[in-house]
């Protein structure tokens, strides 16, 4: 059991699960809105880019498709984000 | 081909080459696959956010009838089978055959939870008179989460396929490739759902 929790794999689930819990308190919470969907925007894309490095095994290299998700991932969390925030209210 | 007991040693090796870079995880043609997909969801991504631009009011008035327990019930449960299935292929490094038939079974019966939940929530709305057709952030909902459903079903019919791979087949080089690229797959539906559920189900106009 104790090897199981030693893999960056388990690790990076153990991650997962408690940034979605996170998400789940900021949307129980009633946090203010604007900041609170800013931040749970931004953490998805901490949660995409842990899928892609250690779930996908790109954390060591395997170029371009390690690029290709870095920019994938920067791209979309861009494009929600500014899109979100330039949105009349 | 390598001896199944010599494939976990092997598998390490060849998974560094001598520059230190790690090779690519599952085969080539299964990333340009992932690639392509994503991509064609970043442009679905792009044409939501415009279109909730042009109507934010409709759209958060629309928002507020998803519930948002089910999506993180949903994430939780595509982050646990994908835990499992990279457990799995784990577990097809090292040659031990009941860990992968395990692993994979128990990977396969918690994404089954995501089908139960996802049916229950589009029989929820359409018993309510919520369909495609009610208005576009509806439209852009059961689009959306329609084809990732169906990449869905597609998963887990190539895990049901890894399974079934696994109980005859060598543990050597060509099933640790191919439950690599399987695995991969899996994982590309889990990072979908991680930007769709946030995007329509939690972007709260302030």
Redesign the interface.
């Known amino acids: 059991m104790s090897a199981?929790f030693a893999?960056p794999?388990?690790r990076?689930?153990l991650a997962?699960?408690i940034a979605?819990?996170m998400?789940?308190a900021l949307?129980e919470n009633d946090a203010p809105?604007?900041l609170?969907?800013v931040a749970?925007?931004l953490i998805?894309s901490f949660?995409?880019r842990l899928?892609?490095l250690?779930?996908?095994?790109?954390?060591?290299?395997?170029?371009p498709?390690r690029l290709?998700a870095e920019i994938?991932m920067g791209?979309?969390t861009l494009?929600?984000v500014g899109?979100?925030l330039?949105?009349?209210? | 081909m390598r001896p199944p007991e010599a494939t976990a040693d092997a598998r390490a090796e060849d998974t560094h080459s001598l520059t230190g870079?790690?090779?690519?995880?599952g085969d080539e043609g299964v990333?340009f696959f992932i690639?392509a997909d994503?991509?064609m969801f970043?442009l679905f991504?792009?044409l939501f956010?415009?279109e909730?631009?042009k109507a934010?009011a409709l759209f958060e008035q629309s928002r507020r009838l998803l519930d948002?327990?089910l999506g993180?019930l949903n994430?939780?449960i595509l982050?646990?089978s994908?835990?499992l299935v990279?457990?799995a292929v784990?577990s097809a490094r090292a040659g031990q055959r009941e860990a992968v038939r395990r692993y994979l079974t128990l990977g396969m019966l918690v994404g089954a939870g995501f089908a139960v939940t996802k049916i229950y929530e589009y029989w929820h709305k359409i018993s309510s008179g919520i369909t495609l057709l009610t208005n576009d952030f509806f439209m852009f909902y059961f689009a959306l989460t329609g084809l990732h459903f169906l990449h869905f079903a597609v998963g887990m019919g190539v895990l049901a396929v890894c399974l079934a791979k696994s109980r005859s087949d060598a543990m050597d080089e060509h099933f640790v490739v191919w439950i690599e690229s399987s695995?991969?797959y899996w994982?590309?539906v889990?990072?979908l759902w991680?930007?769709l559920?946030?995007?329509l189900y939690?972007?709260?106009?302030?």
Not at chain 1, 86 to 89: M, R, S
Not at chain 2, 21 to 25: A, D, F, G, P
Request: proline letters at 3%; glycine letters at 2%.
């Open positions: 199981l893999l794999i388990t990076a689930w997962l699960v979605t819990l998400v789940f949307v809105a604007r609170a969907t749970i925007v998805a949660k995409v899928v892609f250690y779930f996908m095994e790109l954390a060591s290299g395997a170029m498709w290709v994938w791209a979309v494009l929600i899109a979100y330039i949105t009349p209210a | 870079q790690r090779k690519l995880v990333w690639s994503i991509s970043a991504f792009l956010m415009v909730r631009y934010a948002p327990a993180v994430t939780l982050l646990s994908s835990w990279a457990l784990h695995g991969c994982h590309m889990d990072l991680i930007v559920f946030p995007m939690l972007l709260h106009a302030a």
